[in-house]
Nanobody, 119 residues
Framework: QVQLVESGGGLVQPGGSLRLSCAASGSISTIYAMGWYRQVPGKQREWVAVIRSGGYRNYADSVKGRFTISRDNAKNTVYLQMNSLNLEDTAVYYC?????????????WGQGTQVTVSS
């Protein structure tokens, strides 16, 4: 069994910063990629950023230059540093990881953490 546990969401003023964390645990053989998505009520879940096992990173245009994704392989943890937050960044942020176990390779999701940008 694999679990992803997120932390770090909260309320922040426009222009502020937050750092999200997501730790993977369980019967993990390989983590191929880790990333973040976000979703607002009534809209589809939106991809935000990804970091692959070789270190390749990519970002959605809406967050490029403001968000930074990083990873601590020893801790099986991915981070999302969010700077210059604006109202449009308000959403539930979900951690996603593509993980291989002894039996399968598949996507896993965290439970989500709320980020609210408001004055």
């Amino acid at each position: 069994q694999v679990q992803l546990v997120e932390s770090g969401g909260g309320l922040v003023q426009p222009g502020g910063s937050l750092r999200l964390s997501c730790a993977a645990s369980g019967s993990i053989s390989t983590i191929y990629a880790m990333g973040w998505y976000r979703q607002v009520p009534g809209k589809q879940r939106e991809w935000v950023a990804v970091i692959r096992s070789g270190g390749y990173r990519n970002y959605a245009d809406s967050v490029k230059g403001r968000f930074t994704i990083s990873r601590d392989n020893a801790k099986n943890t991915v981070y999302l540093q969010m700077n210059s937050l604006n109202l449009e960044d308000t959403a539930v942020y979900y951690c996603n990881a593509q993980i291989g176990t002894m039996y399968s390779r598949r996507d896993y999701w965290g439970q989500g953490t709320q980020v609210t940008v408001s004055s």
